[in-house]
């Protein structure tokens, strides 16, 4: 994505406005309305400020730190020295789904890429207390939806966050929404794979390069992860979870939501049961998700470890052995694809063999 470079003013002062993390668009849009530009607010003296509904003294008092202290041009040669991209909210450049949220980000910090195709994305969301049934599921259907072509947006979080951006890694691209600046990764523990998506994807973030994660910041993080997918699934949740807030927003925004079943008596998966009552779709495989979103089955590509497979079924029913032995995979390659395969309805066992669909 390119366009022409904002006037350099206006975005050092909207960058300073935005490191207070007390003027979001709508009260930009009052400010504006007010003091006539960027500039004109930047002018304001702190009591006529302060008089702006939703504003009030303290907000006034740290705008005009703010300003005064130079911060939207600090933090401006420190991300072009260290290669992030301040994208302000009237860009043509900020990612489509921004423009269905009331309250959208004053600017987006990009550490990594964000490519016209990102538009095509599906947020996979869940609980940090992940089972193995649900850090499996995410891994499992991240890099099936990545390999179809689609984005996978997660929020970098521990749990299934984290498992869906590795899913989505070893097949295509994913974004990750952070609730800290992009230049502080938290959990610690995901550093490495946070330079891994900004190598294949990016790390964006509403909040100032160095914030550190906060309480009120999280649930904000949360709109914005529901705004980049076409629709949110939620893999695992506890019966209160960051994910159900993310779903919520994704009603609100007028998005598909997804959740995955688990057993009855997971208490991983009560949050799940109750967005299914709730008239969430129930999914049970990559195919659930594409055909709601527009995408139909049968244009759903096949990996080459699944075409060598189905090529060698295709002369007749074989043991997993066989396949590998005919084929060159390794076993784990084969037992990948014909799982994958068996999901797609594609190829099926009889006894110990399998056969083609």
Same mark, same amino acid.
């Not at 890429?113 to 947020?123: H, I, K, Q, Y």
């Not at 952070?178 to 550093?191: A, F, S």
């Given at each position: 994505?390119?366009?022409?470079?904002?006037?350099?003013?206006?975005?050092?002062?909207?960058? @300073?406005?935005?490191?207070?993390? /007390?003027?979001?668009?709508?009260?930009?849009?009052?400010?504006?309305?007010?003091?006539?530009?960027?500039?004109?607010?930047?002018? #304001?003296?702190?009591?006529?400020?302060?008089?702006?509904?939703?504003?009030?003294?303290?907000?006034?008092?740290?705008?005009?730190?703010?300003?005064?202290?130079?911060?939207?041009?600090?933090?401006?040669?420190?991300?072009?020295?260290?290669?992030?991209?301040?994208?302000?909210?009237?860009?043509?450049?900020?990612?489509?789904?921004? /423009?269905?949220?009331?309250?959208?980000?004053?600017?987006?910090?990009?550490?990594?890429?964000?490519?016209?195709?990102?538009?095509?994305?599906? @947020?996979?969301?869940?609980?940090?207390?992940?089972?193995?049934?649900?850090?499996?599921?995410?891994?499992?259907?991240?890099?099936?939806?990545?390999?179809?072509?689609?984005?996978?947006?997660?929020?970098?979080?521990?749990?299934?966050?984290?498992?869906?951006?590795?899913?989505? =890694?070893?097949?295509?691209?994913?974004?990750?929404?952070?609730?800290?600046?992009?230049?502080?990764?938290?959990?610690?523990?995901?550093?490495?794979? #946070?330079?891994?998506?900004?190598?294949?994807?990016?790390?964006?973030?509403?909040?100032?390069?160095?914030?550190?994660? +906060?309480?009120?910041?999280?649930?904000?993080?949360?709109?914005?992860?529901?705004? =980049?997918?076409?629709?949110?699934?939620?893999?695992?949740?506890?019966?209160?979870?960051?994910?159900?807030?993310?779903?919520?927003?994704?009603?609100?925004?007028?998005?598909?939501?997804?959740?995955?079943?688990?057993?009855?008596?997971?208490?991983? +998966?009560?949050?799940?049961?109750?967005?299914?009552?709730?008239?969430?779709? =129930?999914?049970?495989?990559?195919?659930?998700?594409?055909?709601?979103?527009?995408?139909?089955?049968?244009?759903?590509?096949?990996?080459?470890?699944?075409?060598?497979?189905?090529?060698?079924?295709? #002369?007749?029913?074989?043991?997993?052995?066989?396949?590998?032995?005919?084929?060159?995979?390794?076993?784990?390659?084969?037992?990948? #694809?014909?799982?994958?395969?068996?999901?797609?309805?594609?190829?099926?066992?009889?006894?110990?063999?399998?056969?083609?669909?």
């Amino acid at each position: 994505m390119t366009n022409p470079d904002p006037n350099p003013v206006d975005l050092e002062i909207l960058v @300073s406005l935005n490191a207070t993390e /007390k003027i979001g668009c709508v009260l930009l849009r009052r400010l504006t309305d007010r003091f006539g530009s960027l500039p004109g607010i930047a002018a #304001a003296p702190e009591r006529a400020l302060a008089e702006i509904e939703g504003v009030g003294p303290a907000a006034a008092a740290e705008i005009r730190r703010a300003l005064r202290e130079n911060r939207g041009a600090r933090e401006l040669e420190e991300a072009a020295r260290l290669g992030v991209r301040v994208i302000p909210h009237d860009s043509p450049d900020t990612p489509p789904g921004f /423009k269905v949220i009331y309250d959208a980000p004053l600017v987006l910090y990009v550490r990594g890429t964000l490519l016209p195709e990102d538009a095509a994305a599906v @947020s996979i969301v869940g609980t940090r207390d992940a089972t193995p049934y649900g850090l499996a599921a995410a891994d499992r259907f991240a890099g099936d939806l990545a390999a179809y072509g689609l984005t996978v947006v997660s929020g970098l979080a521990r749990g299934i966050d984290t498992a869906a951006h590795r899913g989505a =890694l070893r097949t295509g691209r994913t974004l990750a929404v952070l609730g800290t600046g992009v230049l502080r990764v938290y959990p610690d523990e995901n550093d490495a794979l #946070a330079r891994r998506i900004s190598s294949h994807g990016a790390l964006l973030s509403e909040f100032p390069l160095h914030s550190g994660p +906060s309480a009120v910041h999280f649930p904000r993080r949360n709109r914005l992860l529901a705004a =980049l997918g076409l629709g949110t699934f939620v893999v695992e949740s506890g019966e209160s979870s960051g994910a159900l807030i993310t779903a919520d927003w994704a009603v609100e925004q007028g998005k598909e939501v997804f959740a995955l079943p688990g057993p009855v008596t997971s208490a991983a +998966s009560v949050g799940c049961h109750r967005l299914i009552q709730q008239g969430a779709k =129930l999914v049970m495989t990559p195919d659930d998700i594409l055909e709601d979103i527009g995408m139909p089955r049968a244009s759903t590509p096949l990996t080459p470890a699944e075409d060598r497979v189905l090529e060698a079924l295709a #002369a007749g029913p074989r043991s997993a052995e066989d396949l590998a032995a005919e084929t060159g995979l390794s076993q784990d390659e084969i037992d990948d #694809a014909l799982e994958r395969l068996g999901r797609r309805g594609r190829a099926r066992r009889e006894g110990e063999a399998y056969v083609r669909v």
